[in-house]
C-alpha cells in the first residue's frame, strides 16, 4: 500500500506510535519480548492507529495523549491476529513466518495474552473509564465474531446476512471503535464520536469486503500467503458465497476442496469465482459501505480532517493489496 | 474444601458475586455462552472474590462496588485456565471436561479472550484509571509467568529460586492484587493496601506451594485429575526439586518418565519423592510464607476483618484438597 498525501501530514506521529509500541511490547522475558517485536517489525498497515489520530483531528489534538489510544488498538489488533494463527495452524502472515510457527503454539498463546493486557495498561494512561468500557466491548464482540467464524466454517448454507454479521464483529467493530475513542481522547463532542464511529464501521465493512475479494484476486506475493487460503480453510467468503449461490456445481467443487479432495484444484475454483460474477457482485458491496461511510461525515467540522478521511476510504476503496 | 465461619458471614455477598459471575459470562452467542457456562459451574474455591471482599472489609465496604472488582478477579482466574488447558492439552480440571475436550481449542481460546475482556469491561465499573494499571499489569505478569513456565520446562537444573519466581508470577500476584484491589475499590488508604498487598502475595505463595504439595499427595477424586500431573508434563515443582536434588537416581527417573519411558512409574515417583522429605520441606516454606502473611497484617486496624484474614490464611495452610 503506498501511502498517500494524507499519510505524509501524519508520519512524524505515526513514527511515535510505532516507537510507542516498540516500547509497550518490551519485557523483561526474552523469548515474550522476542515473539512480540518479531510480530511488530512484521509490519502491517496500522490502519487502526491512522484511524485513531485522523479522528482526533476533530478535537484537541494532543499526541502525547492519542498515541496511548493509538497503540492500544494495534495491539488488540495484533493479539487478535496471534492468537487467530494459533486456531488457523498458520505457517505464513504478511510473508513471515508466524509466532506459532517460529516459536509454538504456547509461546503465541501467551504473546497474544500478553498483547491485550498491555493494551489495557496502555489504555489505562488516559483515566478514562469509558475508554475501557468501549474496549472491552470491542474485545468481546471480536471474540464472539471469531465464535460465530468458527460456527460458520464448513458451512455451506449460510447467507449473506451471515457472513456480514461476521465480518462486522471481525472487523468493522474495532475500526469504528477507533475512530470513536480517537475522537474521544480528544475530547470531540459525543453527537460527532457517534458520527466518527459509524464512519469506521462502515469503512470497516468495506475494508473487510476488498480483503476478501484479494484473497481470490492478490498474488502470493501481494497477499504474502496463498490465494485462496480462505476457501482453504473452510471459510466461505462473499465471492465464493455469491459464485456458490450461483453455480451449484461449483458448490459440490469447493465442498470436496475443502473436505481435502486432492483432485479438485483451487486455482480452478479460484478462477471460476472470478469468472462468476463474485469479485463484481462484493466489489460493489464493498463500494456501497465506502458511500455510506461519506455519508456519515455529513456535516461535520474542521475540514482538513474530514477531508483526510474521505481520502483515505476512498484509498481503501481501490487498493490492490 | 469445607467453608470455615468467616465464609459463613461472607455468604450471602458470595452469593451475589456467583449472581454476578453468571451474568457477565452471558452472551448472546449460544457456544461461547454454554462454553462460558460451564466453566463457571465447574466451582472452584473462588479465593481471588474471597480476597476481595475481605480486603474491602478495611474500607468503606459497599458490595455493590466492590462485586465488579472480585467478578473480575475470577473471570482473570478462570481464562487463564482455560488457556492453560490448550497449552496443556487437559481433559479434566476440577474432575469435569475442560472446554478444549469439550469442544475444542478454538472454543477454548477465544473463551479465554472473551472472559479477559468481560474481567476489563466490570472493572470499568468503578470508572477508576488504577484498577485498569494494577489488572493489566497482574496480567502481563501472568503471561510472563506462563512463558517462564514453558521455559523451565523439562529443565532439570532449575534451583529453587527459579520455581519460587515462577509461582510468585503464576500465582501469588493475582491474589496479592486482589488483595489490593479489594481495598482500593473501599478506598482504604494507600499504606494499608500495600500491607494487604504483600499479605496476599504470601498468601498466594504459601498457596501455590501447598497445592504442588497436594499433586502428590492427593488421591484422584480429591484433586480432580491425577496425582503427580505436574511431573508427568515436566513441570518441576518444589517436592520433586528437591528430592532430585538430594537423589541423583531419583533425577534419572524423573526424567525418564517425563521423555515418555513407559517403563518408569509415576506411582514409584510419587512414592520416591514422598520419602524424600520433599513434602515436609515445601509444607515448612509454605508455612514460612504464611508467617510472613499474618507478619504483613501487622498494625492493621479493623480486628474483625483481620481476624478474618488470619483465618483464611491459617485454613489455607492446612487444606488437605
Known amino acids: 500500500m503506498r501511502l498517500p498525501d494524507f499519510y505524509l501530514v501524519l508520519k512524524s506521529d505515526i513514527e511515535k506510535i510505532e516507537h510507542e509500541l516498540e516500547k509497550s511490547v518490551a519485557t523483561e522475558q526474552p523469548v515474550l519480548n522476542k515473539a512480540a517485536l518479531h510480530l511488530l517489525q512484521a509490519g502491517g498497515k496500522r490502519i487502526r492507529p491512522i484511524f485513531v489520530l485522523l479522528c482526533a483531528k476533530f478535537g484537541a489534538y494532543d499526541i502525547e495523549k492519542v498515541k496511548h489510544i493509538a497503540s492500544a488498538l494495534e495491539m488488540i489488533h ?28 504456547r509461546v503465541a498463546m501467551y504473546t497474544g495474552d500478553f498483547l491485550f493486557a498491555r493494551a489495557v495498561e496502555k489504555a489505562s494512561f488516559l483515566q478514562n473509564g469509558e475508554v475501557h468500557q468501549i474496549l472491552s466491548k470491542a474485545m468481546i464482540d471480536m471474540c464472539v465474531g471469531e465464535i460465530e467464524q468458527i460456527r460458520d466454517q464448513f458451512n455451506w448454507q449460510q447467507h449473506l446476512k451471515t457472513y456480514l454479521r461476521r465480518i462486522k464483529r471481525k472487523t468493522a467493530l474495532l475500526i469504528a471503535v477507533s475512530c470513536q475513542l480517537g475522537a474521544l481522547s480528544a475530547d470531540v463532542p459525543p453527537s460527532i464520536q457517534r458520527q466518527l464511529y459509524y464512519y469506521g464501521y462502515n469503512v470497516g465493512m468495506s475494508f473487510q469486503i476488498m480483503d476478501d475479494v484479494l484473497d481470490f484476486i492478490g498474488t502470493e506475493e501481494e497477499l504474502g500467503k496463498p490465494a485462496g487460503s480462505d476457501l482453504l480453510q473452510g471459510n466461505i467468503t462473499l465471492p465464493a458465497l455469491y459464485a456458490m449461490q450461483k453455480d451449484d456445481e461449483l458448490k459440490k467443487e469447493v465442498i470436496r476442496l475443502a473436505n481435502g479432495d486432492e483432485v479438485v484444484s483451487v486455482r480452478a475454483i479460484i478462477e471460476k469465482v472470478k469468472t462468476s460474477g463474485g469479485i463484481e457482485y462484493a466489489k460493489k458491496l464493498s463500494k456501497k459501505y465506502l458511500d455510506k461511510a461519506y455519508d456519515s461525515l455529513d456535516g461535520l467540522p474542521n475540514r482538513s480532517a474530514k477531508k483526510s478521511l474521505v481520502t483515505i476510504a476512498s484509498y481503501i476503496g481501490k487498493r490492490t493489496y
Open 78 to 105: 495484533m493479539g487478535s491476529l496471534v492468537h487467530d494463527d494459533v486456531i488457523d495452524d498458520a505457517e505464513l502472515r504478511r510473508g513471515r513466518q508466524t509466532i506459532k510457527a517460529k516459536w509454538d503454539n
